[in-house]
């Protein structure tokens, strides 16, 4: 082998050995002109996801387990029902599963479908109202619990330099969710009258995907607003070319 080749294999051995170590067990790297990336980047999201339920502390990425929402006003009275949630929490987020995923690096855009298995929420609730024509007033605990959600996402990046060293970063990143099955349960309706609450709760239960529909847009903003979060914490650790080497 010529001299020269010599010394450029080993500069290459050298930088693809120096990313390998300094890149995370928990971050699996794929190369930006993979005819597979797609299928290498599903994985790498599979892998990090008992990373994410604890957080990375090193990254400031925080815990998706429990997954804090906060305060969420759902319905504002303008449809004739008021609904709000208070200190909302939600369990299961980090077990989503990516169903089809489409990268492109020449328009900087991924496209991901996943589902979410289940995932169980709770709470303080705020509602005032009527629901299907019945009368509903109450305040007080809720949990819920959801089944085979499914979401859409779209994350939008570009590339920037900073100090000479290239980062992707996030232009958009849009989530919707399709409802899927579950049950609701708000407890102390009607100031805690058993056979009245019992009715609504049946009801909305009975209409969970109507009833669901009109809730889930705030959900999908939390969710999306959160993930955002997490993925624009990773992006900045690391370069471009440390997360996807030529």
């Known amino acids: ?11 290459i051995c050298f930088v693809a050995c120096s990313l390998a170590a300094t890149m995370p067990d928990y971050i699996q790297v794929c190369h930006r002109n993979d005819p ?7 994985r790498s999201v599979h892998n990090l996801r008992p990373y994410l339920a604890k957080g ?16 969420l006003n759902f ?3 303008s449809a004739g029902l008021t609904v ?47 629901i299907l024509a019945l009368p509903i007033k109450g305040s007080g605990p809720f949990t819920g619990n959801f089944t085979n959600f499914v979401a859409y996402v779209r994350v939008q990046y570009d590339i920037k330099t900073v100090n ?13 969710i399709r409802t899927g099955k579950g049950n609701l349960k708000l407890e102390n309706l009607f100031n805690g009258d058993k056979v009245l609450g019992d009715v609504i709760n049946d009801t909305i239960n009975q209409n969970f995907e109507v009833f669901t529909n009109d809730l889930i ?24 070319s440390e997360l996807f080497p030529v």
């Open 1 to 11: 082998m010529h001299p020269s080749l010599v010394v450029a294999s080993l500069l």
């Open 36 to 42: 597979e990336l797609s299928k290498c980047l599903k």
């Open 56 to 71: 990375i502390k090193e990254l400031n990425v925080p815990p998706l387990e429990p997954l804090y929402i906060g305060d």
């Open 75 to 77: 319905l504002d009275g």
């Open 84 to 130: 709000r949630a208070k200190k909302m929490n939600i369990l299961g987020a980090s077990n989503f599963e990516i169903t089809k995923l489409r990268a492109s690096t020449q328009s900087r855009r991924f496209d991901f479908e996943l589902i979410l298995p289940h995932l169980h929420g709770e709470g303080l609730y705020e509602i005032n109202g009527n």
């Open 164 to 176: 000479d060293l290239e980062y992707l970063h996030v232009k958009e990143f849009a989530l919707k």
């Open 217 to 240: 847009a705030p959900i999908a903003r939390a969710l999306e607003a959160n993930f955002l979060v997490i993925t624009s914490k990773i992006l900045e650790n690391f370069t471009y």
